[in-house]
């Protein structure tokens, strides 16, 4: 077996989410590949199943009771229904491009104290690729498992700090090698809802290494990689002039103290493009130029996975096609995870099965999973596209998909 590295860079990519009693969703079991596209109606529980992932990130970058808080608190969190769930679980699969593993963690509410960690484990095993070009070795694994508060399994011979209350034990432990990697790309995974009209707002500079979920600082990030990555801003440029007719190219403004983005537009009878400022641009135009940069900006030395929602909103339907190509695209760079509402985005007949997961709610209940039989069969004989099999509802999750799991054996 062999790692590789693409096109240079670092990849961290999750290959498998279970989930239970998170959000609307009771139970769930997926694998994901480089691109997943999760379609279904509004409200049925996309956005929470990248919320997890987010919720992941957030807990890592500071405390799980300061994301917990930011959505309102467990309770908010914590699927509600009739026996009372009083746990939340997640753990997910990885692939590094130095090996694989496992991280999860479980979350009980606790009357009058909020909550508690009652469960974490992450297991790694990273591959060793000698210099001389021979064949490499898994290594053995790294692991660790806490318990309310409690390490009661480890590597034998590793040493590691002692868990604290308020955060997951895995920041500590990411002092140790073993676990940095894992740290590195957990945390840096983000999910994106681009507002058009934060984009608009005058921005103050900052260092523009990471897009802001809702494209606030584009102005920034853009004038990064003017500067410093020119290629990747000339592709964001190349798809959004594909995307909106007429674009000629992005720059950021300064105006005083602050800072915003000008867009480029060929004008008819006009020599030369003119230049628009963010508040005389439509919202389609600023919604793919925030999809864009968020697919294609980043840091390259360790690509973690994005979520983006609904990056079609407010564009033209025969736009969406183009869209597509740009989310396959960066796919092949980083890990890309949407969701979607629209058919128009998948009317392709190039998209298989394996790249969508089907999302429903029934009483408030969402399934999430592989398409059905039925659709499978309709696309891998090409019957149909996606897009014209959620026309008529016929992107349903396979049965069975959305029983209870067990996330720690």
């Avoid at 994901?32 to 997890?52: I, P, Q």
């Avoid at 995307?243 to 009878?269: C, K, N």
């Avoid at 597509?324 to 985005?345: E, I, K």
Wanted: hydrophobic residues 40%.
């Amino acid at each position: 077996m062999t790692s590789t590295h693409l096109n240079g860079s670092r990849q961290f990519r999750i290959t498998r989410v279970r989930l239970r009693h998170y959000r609307s969703i009771a139970a769930c079991d997926v694998s994901l590949g480089r691109m997943a596209l999760l379609v279904g109606a509004n409200g049925s529980g996309k956005s929470s199943f990248l919320d997890s992932l987010r919720l992941v990130s957030d807990s890592l970058q500071t405390t799980l009771d300061h994301a917990l808080r930011d959505r309102g608190g467990i309770a908010e969190v914590r699927r509600r229904a009739t026996g009372h769930p009083t746990h939340l679980g997640i753990k997910l699969d990885f692939q590094l491009t130095e090996g694989v593993g496992s991280y999860g963690f479980q979350v009980a509410a606790v009357k009058g104290k909020d909550f508690r960690i009652s469960q974490e484990e992450c297991e790694v095993q990273t591959y060793d690729s000698p210099a001389d070009g021979a064949d490499g070795l898994w290594s053995g694994p790294a692991m660790f498992s806490v318990r309310d508060g409690r390490v009661v399994h480890r590597t034998p011979g590793l040493a590691l700090p002692p868990p604290t209350s308020d955060r997951l034990f895995l920041v500590a432990a990411s002092a140790i090698p073993s676990f940095r990697a894992v740290y590195d790309g957990l945390s840096g995974i983000n999910v994106y809802n681009i507002n058009p009209d934060s984009m608009r707002r005058l921005q103050t500079p900052d260092a523009g290494d990471l897009l802001r979920r809702d494209g606030s600082n584009i102005a920034s990030v853009l004038e990064r990689l003017r500067r410093e990555n020119p290629r990747i801003k000339q592709r964001i440029e190349e798809y959004l002039q594909q995307i909106v007719h007429g674009v000629s190219g992005v720059e950021r403004i300064g105006l005083g103290s602050f800072e915003t983005i000008a867009i480029g537009q060929q004008v008819a009878g006009a020599k030369a493009p003119w230049s628009f400022q963010a508040t005389s641009v439509s919202d389609g135009t600023l919604r793919a130029l925030g999809v864009l940069t968020a697919l294609f900006s980043g840091n390259e030395d360790r690509l973690s996975p994005i979520g983006i929602e609904e990056p079609e909103s407010a564009l033209h339907p025969a736009a969406a096609r183009l869209l597509l190509d740009a989310l396959r695209d960066a796919s092949a760079r980083r890990q890309v995870l949407v969701t979607s509402h629209s058919p128009d985005l998948l009317d392709n007949e190039t998209l298989g099965e394996r790249e969508i997961l089907a999302v429903t709610a029934t009483a408030g209940q969402t399934t999430i999973g592989r398409l059905d039989v039925t659709a499978r069969a309709a696309l891998e004989n090409s019957l149909f596209t996606p897009g014209e099999l959620m026309r008529v509802n016929q992107l349903q999750p396979e049965t069975g998909s959305g029983q209870q799991i067990d996330l720690f054996g």
